[in-house]
């Protein structure tokens, strides 16, 4: 009955596991948004972090040149960089790798740990996205999380540190290699920026495996009832 209770509650809960670097992830955060309207049903959506490169330094280092000394040059940077980059503007989204700063991101997923708390963990994400991505802003700095995160609403208390680790070493022992990862009721995988037609029908296929069989009134079982 715990599974069956929780959805009646709350609907399907889905995890985006992603991290705030990774331009498939940020046109996967926009296309599930689109995905949970589109379904219309009761949708539970918790940000759940990965980094992709957990021992980044933020200097200020443009991304581009980062990507050049790991991918092979510029040559073949501005392949994959101009394919997502038309991807994503075809979604609405506008990807300045000319622009963008490449960072650790840790402490910026700390701060959607943060806003999560209150229900605003989405909005973090999009703005840490966007700020990335689309401003040029470098989301490891203390100085600019700090400018994010009130924008956002969100107080930085300090806190989510470990809360951050325990969920990086989830991610881990779960075996997420590759993201964006949707993992759906805990249960049902979906990898990558998939279409939104794809999320929409994952959510109505996982609603209708872990719904309740029919709707039940107040009552008893198991021998007590709850008053």
């Known amino acids: ?11 399907v809960k889905v995890e985006i596991f992603s991290d705030v670097v990774c331009p498939w992830c940020y046109i996967g955060h926009h296309r599930m948004a689109q995905a949970v309207r589109a379904f219309g049903g009761d949708v539970e959506v918790v940000h759940r972090p990965f980094q992709l490169d957990p021992d980044g330094v933020s200097n200020g280092e443009p991304l581009l040149t980062a990507l050049g000394r790991k991918f092979g040059g510029p040559d073949q940077v501005a392949r994959m960089t101009g394919h997502v980059a038309g991807v994503a503007a075809q979604d609405g989204l506008e990807l300045r790798f000319d622009r963008a700063v490449a960072a ?14 209150a229900g605003r963990d989405a909005d973090m994400a999009d703005r840490l996205f966007r700020a990335h991505f689309t401003d040029g802003l470098d989301i490891g700095d203390p100085a600019t999380l700090a400018k994010l995160a009130a924008e956002t609403g969100v ?9 951050v680790r325990a969920e990086l070493a989830r991610a881990r022992a779960l075996g ?3 993201v964006p990862l949707f993992l759906f009721e805990e249960r049902f995988a979906v990898s990558g920026a998939q279409p939104v037609e794809t999320l929409v029908a994952a959510l109505r296929e996982v609603e209708a495996r872990t719904k309740p069989e029919e709707a039940a009134g107040e009552g008893c079982d198991d021998g007590a009832c709850a008053v």
């Not at 650790?104 to 708390?117: D, P, S």
């Not at 107080?155 to 809360?163: I, L, M, N, R, S």
């Open 1 to 11: 009955m715990g599974r069956a209770r929780r959805w009646l509650d709350q609907g």
């Open 176 to 178: 997420v290699r590759a």
């Open 155 to 163: 107080e930085d208390t300090g806190e989510g540190a470990e809360q």
């Open 104 to 117: 650790n991101t840790f402490e910026a997923h700390r701060l959607i740990w943060l806003a999560g708390r």
